[in-house]
């Protein structure tokens, strides 16, 4: 079965400081990988995702993520935050052994300071 | 207009009564799902159905029930409702019609539910 573990739940970060969001899965089967950004009182919106080909993913808001199958992550990064990338952080995989249903983990609750 | 919206937004109810929460897409997706949100543990998966003729079980099924009445409509009920189902319930679509299609899904703003 899949899972995903968030390594952190909460990041404090000031504003245009570098930030990192770790996020570790477990499959048997190839995967696929999201990451989703909620805001206050809004739903889930998509990041990032890998499905195939080069490990390094770029997404909206100048984020990335980098694909380590032999490290089994996808951790989350932006060179420099803005007050307003202030949100929760979903890590989110699937598989064929799921039936391509996603597991998330429990959120990374990302505060940027001025 | 959002292309997925869910009715209501905010419901205030007591235990032991019937509630359904709905959801409508405008995206032409055949796949779509209900999740509730718990503080601290993420997104969990309710049901999900990948067409009008498809209902799945999935994480926390138990209370809950779904009807998927067209393409663009999929419906969450609780039958008997208790305090520990008090939540944030999101409704998500997406597209791909084969197993190996794995598009990413798009959610609606959230229905808060609570259970008095």
């Known amino acids: 079965a899949q899972s995903v573990t968030q390594l952190d739940s909460q990041v404090p970060v000031f504003e245009e400081a570098p930030v990192e969001l770790r996020c570790n899965y477990s499959s048997s089967v190839s995967v696929y990988l999201f990451w989703y950004v909620q805001y206050p009182n809004q739903g889930l919106q998509l990041l990032l995702k890998?499905?195939?080909?080069?490990?390094l993913v770029k997404g909206i808001n100048g984020f990335e993520a980098e694909f380590n199958k032999s490290q089994t992550s996808f951790h989350l990064r932006k060179p420099s935050v803005h007050i307003s990338d202030t949100a929760e952080y979903f890590c989110a995989v699937s598989d064929r052994g799921s039936n391509y249903k996603l597991t998330f983990g429990k959120g990374t609750l990302l505060t940027v300071n001025p | 207009d959002a292309d997925v919206t869910q009715t209501p937004r905010n419901r205030i109810t007591k235990t032991g009564k019937r509630i359904m929460l709905e959801c409508s897409q405008t995206k032409g997706h055949d796949r779509m799902y209900w999740y509730r949100q718990d503080p601290g543990l993420g997104l969990r998966l309710i049901y999900y159905s990948f067409d009008v003729k498809d209902i799945n079980k999935g994480e926390i099924s138990d209370g809950y029930s779904v009807s998927r009445q067209a393409q663009a409509k999929f419906s969450l009920s609780l039958e008997s409702a208790i305090p520990n189902q008090t939540a944030l319930y999101f409704c998500?679509?997406?597209?791909?019609?084969?197993?190996?299609?794995?598009?990413?899904?798009?959610f609606g703003d959230g229905t808060r539910l609570s259970i008095l």
């Open positions: 890998y499905l195939s080909g080069s490990t």
């Open positions: 998500a679509t997406s597209a791909g019609r084969g197993p190996g299609d794995n598009q990413p899904q798009h």
